[in-house]
T-cell receptor, first 116, second 109 residues
Framework: DSGVTQTPKHLITATGQRVTLRCSPRSGDLSVYWYQQSLDQGLQFLIQYYNGEERAKGNILERFSAQQFPDLHSELNLSSLELGDSALYFC???????????????FGPGTRLTVL | GDSVTQMEGPVTLSEEAFLTINCTYTATGYPSLFWYVQYPGEGLQLLLKATKADDKGSNKGFEATYRKETTSFHLEKGSVQVSDSAVYFCALSEIAMRFGAGTRLTVKP
């Protein structure tokens, strides 16, 4: 158990809908990262928040957004869903937000999103 | 930009066989390097890491050495077990992790 929790575990929805994925980081970790894992794209970094502020953006679509709340949990909002958004979405957390060995990231179990 | 290339799988081995999964990287700086493992139906777990050249990371019988001269971080294990069956990801650390494509390992009894 990494200490990172994600809810829900599974989500099934229809095209055009909007969903919210939730992540609680490990106790003491200030940084939260979101990743998307799909068969064709592999593991891709979406976005990072550090202590409530957006820190870095990766391959995140404009239809997707995220935020980190004062209690440090984070939510990833996916809207106008398409079939191709079906994937496993991981949240990870780390103590700080920089690069290097201090940036060891701990991953949650993921949310499997299926768009029908 | 920085990138990671790892050997394509799948890899199928018999129990107690020697394992090598190749990983090479491209980076402008001096990143830290990681191996993560993903067991079926689970998230990613950190297997080992190395933060500078010539560092050797090790855990659960797995080892990898950070080789700056060959820009490599190959994963090895001397004797694999059925329980090692999983997908292994090589990664380097920028702000976020940049992952290789993953290598699926199946160990047969």
């Amino acid at each position: 158990d990494s200490g990172v929790t994600q809810t829900p575990k599974h989500l099934i929805t229809a095209t055009g809908q909007r969903v919210t994925l939730r992540c609680s980081p490990r106790s003491g970790d200030l940084s939260v990262y979101w990743y998307q894992q799909s068969l064709d794209q592999g593991l891709q970094f979406l976005i990072q928040y550090y202590n409530g502020e957006e820190r870095a953006k990766g391959n995140i679509l404009e239809r997707f957004s995220a935020q980190q709340f004062p209690d440090l949990h984070s939510e990833l909002n996916l809207s106008s869903l398409e079939l191709g958004d079906s994937a496993l979405y991981f949240c990870a957390s780390s103590v700080i937000g920089g690069s290097g060995g201090y940036n060891e990231q701990f991953f949650g179990p993921g949310t499997r999103l299926t768009v029908l | 930009g920085d990138s990671v290339t790892q050997m394509e799988g799948p890899v199928t081995l018999s129990e107690e066989a020697f394992l090598t999964i190749n990983c090479t990287y491209t980076a402008t700086g001096y990143p830290s390097l990681f191996w993560y493992v993903q067991y079926p139906g689970e998230g990613l777990q950190l297997l080992l890491k190395a933060t500078k050249a010539d560092d050797k990371g090790s855990n659960k019988g797995f080892e990898a050495t950070y080789r700056k001269e060959t820009t490599s971080f190959h994963l090895e294990k001397g004797s694999v077990q059925v329980s090692d069956s999983a997908v292994y990801f090589c990664a380097l650390s920028e702000i976020a992790m940049r992952f290789g494509a993953g290598t699926r390992l199946t160990v047969k009894p």
